[in-house]
């Protein structure tokens, strides 16, 4: 615990610069990366819009946008260079600068040290420096939008050598993701580090909350596994703009002239970025999980169904996570037996996954549920990352996979994921949190209504992706109208395309929502939800420092519905004689 | 600058450029003309326009013979796309090498190389790439720096136009509907700057970006004419595409037409 | 999203001419690919339909009501392992059944009476027929022309070339003939998809991939691009035409004639 003696309490009133920009109280740098995903999500999202304009009307101008993006949509016709930068940025913004900033930056940021009783984070500079890598990654990555042929167009995974013969928004893309892998190794050093040193007395491993045990296996795969993408960039910016041959290999024919290559191999891309970005899907979703976790007990008023189970879990998958990357390239043209390899590990993944979702519903089991917004969020990821999960099984059956590989029916499944699955648990853990964060509660009704459209529409719109992909359809493709096999999607593409912008637009009920409790909401109290673990002892929001004393732990997170007391939770901090575990 | 490809909304973001801009020497405006022109009408007009007047009054007509055994054009069938198929010819004939029937070479680049000095008015009617039944029209053409050229599908088929200029900046853009155009200019005189099209990958045309308006291209008789030089003395070069390039040096009085022939031999 | 999930299946059937599903299959390992689809669609539906019905009755039936109290369990061992085991078994099994499909299609491919080169680039399909001698002509990436109708780079003067085919997006194949693809790229990754075939690989630059398939219906098929390959990735399309052995021949013979004319 020595590293708290640096303290926290007792300093002066800090300047406006120091507490709201370049601030090293986790609190603060949570809230700014809460506020620049939120503003990179609602990016992403109309992005989004674009490419379901396109898909629904293929060829059909849209008059506004020859103002907005003169060479991309001349006369508001959308040119296919145009579309394949949208679908590129949409994917490589909502997977670096939203989801997993939402994920790891707030809620890492936020809870650790709330959820530890720790003061702060263990390295608050470093801290501070990881939040301020992301704005110049995100101008970075973005900048190509306005240069010369555009930004990336090589689609998030940038697989060589296609991203090497792209223009400079290209190498824009690898250098503003080289800054953002920075940031999250920074982040991620500071959470293992707190996480390791700076629990408050009495919160054993086996104490901490299921929200802090994903931070924390989730930490451990950034750390392992970003790196390993971080190099692999750093190659592909060297074979873009250095001319070396890491991914370029020898004979290669560009727009008919010889290439002076030799010795690269393609493929080796492919294997060093999924070796990241495999462990990445999981980066986007133990967190998410981490929070269903945490919200499904307080809201069922019941202890976690299964805690060691759910750890060991999140365990099993980090570290089969490692194992898996290849089931993205069975097509790729890699041995066949490692075909069989990766399919075997991806079967096995799967298992824990499952026992995940059981507990969840064990956790409902005879519970007594509150329909809260945050709730009903955290049911909504449990629906719709069976969802996720459960067609995953098709895309791991490499024979299956050999049909259904960069298909729609891929697209809907990752959209399960990290829409049903990672959204909704970011939806769920900032109206959770939201409280503690800035003190006001949130508007239920605005909350449920923004949660019914958004489930129903995301539904209508991923659904149907799914049907697409087994018809055939290939993903990525500017029009497909064109093979005769697609001509008659035309009708359930323009269903989802209707059914996406309402999905947009009820968005806009959330962002209202933020802002009017943000100054107008009910004030909300220490504990608004009866919760148990650490952060809801302290007031909200916050003071600098979290805690007035530093708390002590007597138990586990999940004690709800304790028999023999008239209360039905039990705080951490509170001690208590609680029955030996059936 | 900041509105090529931009959202309005991604200026709020904070910008770190990296490398800074490319030179804006390709500037572009695509539009979409409502009806799109009958293909054939466009293909048969002269697709270059004559250079304008370079204020002299002196000219140079120049011809091109061609030596030893026309090599065989290949043909190129054109089921790669059925659109293309559509067209009048079902194969076309490569134009790498066009011997004409009165044994001249079709489709050579003249021009004043040297000797061209001042500055000329830059015209503002635009040269035209047309794509055409999958071909582009014409095969080689000059142009006059910054003159914009119009690029037009006249094909109900994607192209894209891959230009690969060295001095000025290449631009890879794609017309998928027909009847689209888009001007570019090129900020630099470059000899000679190559369009292909991916999408069919036998199409190729050549471009001469030259500050000056003497240039000509050898014709069906392999005729070519160098018009409204002042007097003075010039290097004429002749480029072609399999044969490289020669040079004549070539001196007109005001009002005087001189008559220059070139001849390219079979490898 | 059960509603959806009905509504979305309701919208796929409707049409019975025009469902948004498989295509029909027309290779040999057509059947056994959609056998083990259909396998898996029922062994995830009926984890689906379990999963979030019971979902569905515990918000229903445990949602909170006055005087109620939540029970207190942490667990039990027993469910957990039970739910533990049972679908590793069901994925170990599945992963055995799935393994044997994988080695029919990818395994040691069958003896061929067909080898074609399918070489891709930005953004066409290069088809290569060895012609008459069986034998593919030499190519040499410095030979490579695209304007004079040389994408592959073949060497005419080796005699093995002399009777070799060239084509752009134009395969033919025979039907119950196995055919080995020998497939390339000149530039960036393509990949070849035949839908009916429920067939794709990648094309990769600097690897020369072996793939084989038979055909099982004549027709007019269409080969996709599908890893993304460039702005012209959407209109990398190839024809393929499925056709009698005769028929085939007699294309082949009709394209060497119009060849060398």
């Known amino acids: ?582 | 600058m900041c509105q090529r490809y931009g959202m309005s909304l991604l200026a709020v973001l904070v910008v770190i450029g990296c490398g800074g801009g490319q030179p804006q020497d390709a500037a572009a405006k695509t539009d979409r003309t409502a009806s799109p022109e009958p293909a054939m009408h466009l293909a048969q007009a002269p697709a270059q326009a004559q250079p304008a007047s370079g204020g002299g009054s002196a000219a140079v007509n120049v011809t091109v013979q061609f030596e030893g055994a026309a090599p065989a054009r290949t043909k190129i069938k054109m089921d790669a796309d059925p659109v293309c198929r559509q067209q009048p010819a079902a194969a076309m004939e490569s134009e790498e090498v066009v011997v004409n029937s009165n044994g001249t070479l079709k489709n050579v680049f003249v021009y004043v190389k040297d000797g061209a000095t001042g500055t000329f008015p830059t015209p503002s009617t635009p040269a035209t790439l047309e794509q055409s039944g999958c071909w582009y029209r014409p095969h080689v053409f000059g142009l006059q720096v910054n003159q914009p050229l119009d690029i037009v599908n006249s094909d109900a088929t994607l192209h894209n136009i891959n230009a690969k200029p060295t001095t000025n900046t290449p631009f890879n853009i794609a017309q998928p509907v027909k009847g689209m155009k888009t001007t570019k200019k090129f900020a630099k005189p470059e000899v000679m700057v190559k369009f292909k099209c991916n999408v069919h990958p036998w199409m190729s045309a050549y471009a001469a970006v030259l500050t000056h308006p003497f240039f000509g291209v050898s014709d069906e008789q392999g005729a070519a004419a160098v018009i409204g030089l002042p007097a003075g003395t010039y290097t004429l070069e002749a480029w072609h595409e399999t044969y490289g390039t020669q040079t004549q040096t070539v001196t007109v009085a005001d009002g005087e037409t001189k008559s220059v022939a070139f001849t390219f031999t079979a490898q | 999203m059960l509603i959806a999930g009905c509504a979305d299946a309701a919208w796929a059937q409707a049409p019975a001419g025009a469902r948004i599903w498989l295509p029909e299959g027309a290779s040999s390992v057509a059947p056994a690919i959609d056998r083990l689809f259909y396998i898996i669609l029922w062994i995830t539906g009926i984890v689906f339909v379990a999963v979030e019905s019971v979902l569905l009755v515990f918000l229903v039936r445990y949602r909170q009501r006055p005087g109620r109290r939540a029970a207190y369990t942490h667990g039990s061992s027993l469910v957990e392992t039970i739910w533990t085991v049972i679908p590793a078994l069901i994925l170990v099994w599945l992963a055995f059944y799935n393994q044997r499909i994988w080695a029919q299609v990818r395994g040691t491919p069958p003896p061929h009476d067909l080898e074609v080169g399918v070489t891709g680039q930005q953004f066409a399909w290069n088809i290569h027929y060895p012609g008459a001698d069986g034998t593919f002509g030499r190519t040499d990436p410095a030979l490579v022309n695209d304007e004079t109708g040389n994408p592959i780079g073949l060497d005419r003067r080796d005699p093995n070339a002399a009777d070799d085919i060239v084509t752009i997006n134009q395969l033919h194949l025979p039907v119950h003939q196995t055919v080995l693809i020998h497939l390339k790229s000149k530039d960036v990754i393509h990949s070849f998809f035949v839908p009916q075939f429920r067939m794709k690989q990648d094309a990769v630059p600097g690897i020369t991939g072996r793939v084989w398939i038979e055909a099982t219906k004549e027709g007019q098929l269409e080969i996709a691009c599908a890893e993304l390959c460039g702005l012209g990735h959407y209109r990398m399309r190839g024809f393929l035409t499925v056709e009698s052995l005769e028929a085939f021949h007699a294309w082949l013979a009709e394209q060497l004639t119009e060849q060398q004319s």
């Open chain 1, 1 to 582: 615990m020595s590293t708290q003696a640096h303290g926290h309490s007792g300093t002066q009133a800090p300047s406006f610069l120091r507490k709201y920009i370049f601030s090293t109280d986790h609190k603060t740098i949570g809230i700014q990366f809460l506020f620049t995903s939120l503003i990179m999500l609602f990016i992403g999202g109309l992005l989004a819009m674009l490419i379901r304009w396109q898909l629904g009307w293929p060829g059909r101008a849209l008059p506004f946008m020859e103002k907005l993006a003169p060479e991309g949509m001349p006369g508001g016709v959308m040119l296919p260079e145009y579309y394949n930068m949208l679908f590129t940025m949409h994917g490589s913004i909502m997977i670096f600068f939203a989801i997993i900033p939402l994920l790891v930056g707030v809620f890492g940021n936020y809870l650790i040290p709330l959820k530890i009783g720790a003061p702060d984070m263990a390295f608050p500079r470093l801290n501070m420096v990881s939040y301020w890598l992301v704005p110049p990654a995100i101008g970075i990555v973005c900048a190509g939008f306005f240069l010369q042929g555009g930004a990336a167009a090589s689609g998030w995974t940038a697989y060589a050598p296609l991203s090497t013969t792209l223009g400079p928004g290209q190498v824009c893309w690898i250098v503003g993701v080289i800054v953002l892998g920075t940031s999250s190794i920074m982040g991620s050093v500071n959470y293992l580090t707190t996480v390791i040193n700076l629990r408050a007395p009495g919160m054993h491993f086996f104490r901490l909350p299921l929200s802090i045990w994903a931070l924390f296996i989730t930490a451990v795969l950034v750390v392992l596994a970003t790196p390993v993408l971080a190099s692999a960039l750093i190659l592909l910016l060297l074979d873009s703009t250095l001319g070396t041959n890491f991914f370029l290999p020898a004979g290669m024919i560009v727009d008919g002239v010889l290439q002076p290559n030799s010795g690269g191999q393609a493929i080796l891309w492919q294997h060093l970025f999924w070796f990241y970005s495999h462990p990445a899907v999981y980066i986007m979703i133990l967190p998410a999980m981490g929070i269903a976790s945490e919200i499904l007990p307080v809201f069922a008023r019941k202890p976690l169904f299964g805690y060691h189970s759910m750890v060991y879990a999140i365990m099993g998958i980090a570290g089969l996570g490692f194992l898996v990357w290849a089931h993205h390239m069975f097509t790729s043209g890699m041995n066949p037996a490692l075909g069989t390899s990766f399919m075997a590990s991806t079967m096995v993944i799967a298992v824990p996954s499952a026992i995940k979702t059981f507990n969840w519903l064990g956790t409902l089991w005879r519970g007594s549920i509150r329909f809260t917004t945050p709730m009903l969020h955290a049911i909504a990821f449990v629906a719709m990352f069976v969802i996720g999960g459960l067609t995953g099984i098709f895309a791991a059956a490499n024979a299956v996979d050999l049909y259904l590989h960069d298909t729609y029916f891929i697209v809907g499944h990752l959209h399960y994921v990290l829409f049903g699955g990672s959204l909704f648990g970011i939806f769920a853990g900032i109206t959770f949190w939201f409280p503690k964060m800035f003190g006001r509660m949130m508007s239920e009704t605005l909350g449920k209504v923004h949660f019914a459209l958004t489930f129903v529409f995301f539904n209508a719109v991923m659904f149907p992706m799914f049907n697409l992909g087994v018809a055939g359809m290939p993903r990525r493709i500017y029009d497909y109208t064109q093979y005769a096999h697609l001509t008659h999607v035309v009708g359930m593409n323009q269903m989802m395309s209707i059914s996406a912008f309402i999905l947009f637009t009820a968005q806009l009920l959330f962002i209202v929502n933020f802002f009017w409790s943000l100054f107008r909401g009910r004030p909300a109290g220490a504990n608004p939800w009866q919760a148990n673990t650490l952060e809801w002892i302290t007031p909200s929001p916050p003071p600098h420092g979290n805690f007035a004393t530093t708390p002590t732990v007597y138990h586990g997170p999940y004690e709800y519905s304790v028999p023999g007391r008239p209360k039905d939770w039990l705080p951490q901090t509170e001690p208590a004689a609680i029955p030996s575990h059936s």
